[in-house]
């Protein structure tokens, strides 16, 4: 379960108050969750890849102020207990410098408000590498369900592909939460992070080896290969302890798997179709897998499995899931066998089919379903929400959130602080203006508005409001419809009990002694 990117971009940081070096370095900056993390260059995939990390800063025991000294441009401090961190534009020519470093601001001073009342075994701050993980690694305990479950014990660990070091090494391990840490020595207590070596992210395991031909003087060994290439090739004393630790894997990366969108834990989820496609990450071999789609999620497996297995605990040899809610299939135009699935977060791989009828088939089977799934959540009164960039006309509204339910679309700009309420009686078009871009156009009481979305699945998430739009409107034609036709029955019911009934005589006049009799044959008679 990955936590959200609230703000990135390129800054240039100097050290203030407590630092040794002070020299001012511009470094690519991503804030996710409660942590300022700080690279040498943007990673590909927003703050997974640790490869380029230098430092990271723990938000909650920190505070944003002004800075009553500036040298060059604008510029703020984000001071912690001991020390300060002074930030400013990376470029001093940049035009929105003021903007830029204001959306950065609110977007600190945001995150700090919101995690006031949390804190882990004290006050920490201006965290080093290792002291950081292990908060991670808390934070994620907390997070993901609030998860106890614990396990562990020595093993013996080497790098595989992607370490510049191979020798075995023996470690503890600790898999609890998000993280399989490990450490060079038993912990002396729970927060000691003074012999933590490093921690694998299992939400980045995309494949688990569990064949024992991976090392020499350790039979009982697997490999753990993550999205970034890295290897690590693991082993344990005998086959049972072996068993244990990959069952406890496979249970958390399962669970991370369900997590992936809080509906799959409320809706029942039943095969739809399965097959072996091909699957192409950016700039990686492509590799095959069976692919099982579901009525929630498209699931990936290494190896084939029934439907029952599937259905029964979805199966071992999972290695990724993607919620459909905000998912998206774009064809390959050059390749009619090929299309690109992106979820609502921006991850993406190429799809290839054994043909174009087959592709065509799995396109039309998601796309489909991903919008099925969107009417039913809405119909059911459930809320869904999504996460994206977005910008208005005039101004870069930063990390947005959207919440879709039946009444309304509520976008909440975390880093200009404020919210705005589309009701969709006020919505009156959704649609794509680029690529990258979709726009909702809607009325207030004195004008026509359009608020253009910019996210990394332009298209998903245009697809999930289009599908709520069209539930909700749908629902109100039905009552409308429902009402008519009531109201029709109830007129039709009145007409014909009123020309059932026997009509009423009129009560003959009486006659006044001085009026005279009326002659005979004249209308009088008929009357009487």
């Known amino acids: 379960m990955s936590l959200d990117i609230i703000c990135q971009g390129w800054l240039a940081k100097e050290g203030g108050k407590g630092h040794t070096y002070k020299n ?50 604008p510029s703020f401090i984000v001071e912690s207990k001991d020390k300060e961190y002074i930030f400013s534009v990376a470029d001093s020519g940049q035009a929105d410098a003021d ?41 994620d305990v907390l997070f993901v369900g609030k998860e106890a479950e614990v396990l562990e014990g020595w093993l013996q660990k080497r790098g595989g592909k992607g370490h510049n070091y191979k020798n075995w090494k023996k470690r503890h391990f600790l898999l609890r939460g998000n993280l399989l840490s490990y450490f060079g020595d038993v912990r002396s207590k729970e927060d000691d992070v003074s012999q933590l070596k490093g921690f694998i992210e299992m939400s980045q395991i995309v494949e688990l080896d569990t064949t024992s031909d991976h090392g020499v003087g350790y039979d009982f060994n697997w490999r753990l290969l993550l999205g970034n290439g890295k290897e690590y090739i693991v082993a344990a004393k005998d086959e049972a302890e072996k068993e244990k630790w990959i069952g406890a894997i496979r249970k958390r990366i ?10 799959a834990l409320d809706y029942k989820e039943t095969v739809v179709s399965m097959a072996r496609l091909s699957r192409t990450v ?56 090929s299309a690109t699935v992106i979820d609502v977060t921006g991850n993406r791989f190429l799809l290839t089919a054994d043909s174009a009828a087959q ?25 869904i929400r999504l996460n994206c960039l977005a910008r208005s006309e005039s101004q870069n509204n930063g990390y947005t959130a959207l919440c879709i339910d039946k009444n309304n679309i509520q976008l909440n700009f975390f880093m200009l602080k404020r919210k705005v309420d589309i009701s969709f009686k006020q919505l009156k078009r959704v649609y794509m203006s680029d690529e990258e871009i979709f726009c909702l156009r809607y009325e207030t009481s004195d004008e026509i508005r359009v608020l253009n979305i910019i996210c990394a699945n332009a298209k998903g998430v245009h697809a999930a409001i289009h599908a709520a739009f069209e539930e ?57």
């Open 254 to 263: 399962k669970k991370l798997a369900k997590l992936a969108h809080p509906i």
């Open 24 to 73: 001012r370095k511009v470094r690519w900056f991503v804030l996710k969750d409660l942590f300022l993390f700080y690279f040498t260059e943007k990673p590909a995939d927003g703050a997974k890849n640790m490869t380029n990390l230098k430092g990271m800063i723990y938000t909650p025991a920190c505070r944003v102020k002004d800075n009553p000294t500036p040298k060059k441009g």
């Open 472 to 528: 909700v409107k749908g629902e109100r034609s039905e009552k409308k419809a429902s009402a008519q036709k009531l109201e029709k029955r109830e007129r039709k019911k009145k007409k014909k009990t009123d020309s059932s009934s026997p009509a009423k005589k009129p009560k003959p006049k009486k006659r006044s002694e001085a009026e005279p009799p009326a002659e005979a044959g004249s209308d009088a008679d008929a009357d009487v």
């Open 99 to 139: 903007n830029y470093l204001l959306s950065w601001r609110n977007s600190l001073e945001y995150v700090i408000e919101r995690s006031a009342g949390f804190k882990v075994r004290g006050s920490f701050a201006d965290v080093d590498l290792l002291v950081a993980s292990w908060l991670v690694c808390l934070i």
């Open 359 to 383: 592709m065509a088939d799995w396109t039309e089977n998601i796309n489909s379903l991903a919008k099925d799934l969107v009417k039913q959540i809405i119909s059911r009164g459930d809320t």
């Open 282 to 337: 950016r700039g990686k071999t492509p590799v095959s897998n069976f692919f099982v789609l579901s009525n929630l999620n498209l699931r990936y497996y290494k190896n084939d499995i029934s439907k029952e297995a599937v259905e029964d605990d979805w199966g071992k040899g999972l290695l990724g899931t993607m919620p459909l809610v905000g998912c998206a299939v774009l064809p390959e135009k050059d390749v009619p066998d």
